[in-house]
Structures are given as C-alpha cells and as structure tokens.
C-alpha cells in the first residue's frame, strides 16, 4: 500500500512568487492535512481538507489556501513568497469516520526555500 | 485540545527501556492522548494512542495514570533507530486529522 506521496520534494522560489505543492493520500483516505515546520515555530497545522470542503484552518495569512479535488489529493498554494516561508511542509491523510478519529499519516514533506 | 508539557531531551542507552513523560493535566474527559515521533528529515510517524487504559503495540506501550493528567509512552528495548523527537498530543475523538504539535521530546539513543 503506498504511503502519502509528496510533490516535488525539493523546491526554490524568489521572494513575491507563488508555489503550488501537491500530496496524494493514501488510497481510501479522505482527510488530507497540511502543516508547516520551521527550527523556530515548530510543526504548525496548516488547514485540513475533508471531501473536498475545508474543516478546519489554522492561524496562518491568507497567502496560504488549499484545495482538495474528488479523489481527495489535495494541493496547496502559497502566494506572494516571503523569506520566513521556507520551512518544511508536510501533508497528512487519515481515514475519518464520523464515529472517531484515526492516526494521521504523514508525507516526506516539501522543503521549500525561498531566496 | 489541552495543552503537553514535555521534558525538552532525554537520553538513553542502547537496549534499555526509554520512558517518556507527558504532562497533560486540563486533558478533558473526551480528548485522547496520542504519540507521534520525526526521526531528523522525516514526516512524523504515528507510534500509539489511548483514553484511560493502558496501551500496547509492537512498537511501545502507553501509561495513562488513573486522573489522566499524565501519561508515559515505553520503548522496552530503545534501538538506535529509535533516535528522534517524540511528540505527545492531546485531541478531542472528533477534532477531525487537526493534530497541534508542542515542542516534544528530543529522544537520543547511545550505543
């Protein structure tokens, strides 16, 4: 079973560009979760995506949205780039009941720097 | 979801248990404990999660004490490998895949 898929691995952008990273989640998953990793913040959630509608968000500018198709991958958008925008990003699929929650799991993670 | 307080690093020898405590003490009476660890470079890594019963999987155990304020996640025989940050996190059973991350624990396993 492959796990969550992660695209492109590696990315540089100049500041006041924008960037689109995509995640596929493991087959069957339909909760799809982005988060961002920085040495100073930390792992921080991002937003979540569940069958194609926005569940939950995080504190985070309005330069950052996402987006999740039918087939529940899910792409995310950062607009404008800034220089405290490189950071790891991480994307994360679960299998969501309406009962309870599963683990998440997670991708190897995009590592964007801008410059 | 409540708040963790983690020792920020631990060590421990090679082959012998490694104890990790979390400090959960506003946890409320819906909201589970779980354990995820990021081996450097890595996405984090689901290792086990509880409500009030102790837990066990192949790869660690989870101590929940009876108020539930705290807990311990258990590798019995740490390994290398093992070498990572462990996180513990509280979340409510239908907090959706919404995971919030404190600083965790930097685990070092020594040979």
């Known amino acids: 079973k492959a796990g969550v898929t992660q695209t492109p691995r590696y990315l540089i952008k100049t500041r006041g560009q924008q960037v689109t990273l995509s995640c596929s989640p493991i087959?069957?998953?339909?909760?799809v979760s982005w988060y961002q990793q920085t040495p100073g913040q930390g792992l921080q959630f991002l937003f979540e995506y569940f069958s194609e509608t926005q569940r939950n968000k995080g504190n985070f500018p309005g330069r950052f949205s996402g987006r999740q198709f039918s087939n529940s991958r899910s792409e995310m958008n950062v607009s404008t780039l800034e220089l405290g925008d490189s950071a790891l990003y991480l994307c994360?699929?679960?299998?969501?009941?309406?009962?309870?929650?599963?683990?998440?799991?997670f991708g190897q993670g995009t590592r964007l720097t801008v410059v | 979801d409540a708040k963790t307080t983690q020792p920020p690093s631990m060590d421990c020898a090679e082959g012998r248990a490694a104890n990790l405590p979390c400090n959960h003490s506003t946890i409320s009476g819906n909201e589970y404990v779980y354990w995820y660890r990021q081996i450097h470079s890595q996405g984090p890594q689901y290792i086990i999660h509880g409500l009030k019963n102790n837990e066990t999987n192949e790869m660690a155990s989870l101590i929940i004490t009876e108020d539930r304020k705290s807990s311990t996640l258990i590798l019995p025989h740490a390994t290398l490998r093992d070498t990572a940050v462990y996180y513990c996190i509280v979340r409510r059973y239908n907090a959706g895949n919404m995971l919030t991350f404190g600083g965790g624990t930097r685990l070092m396993v020594k040979p």
């Open positions: 994360a699929s679960s299998l969501l009941s309406s009962q309870m929650n599963t683990e998440a799991f």
């Open positions: 087959s069957g998953h339909r909760s």
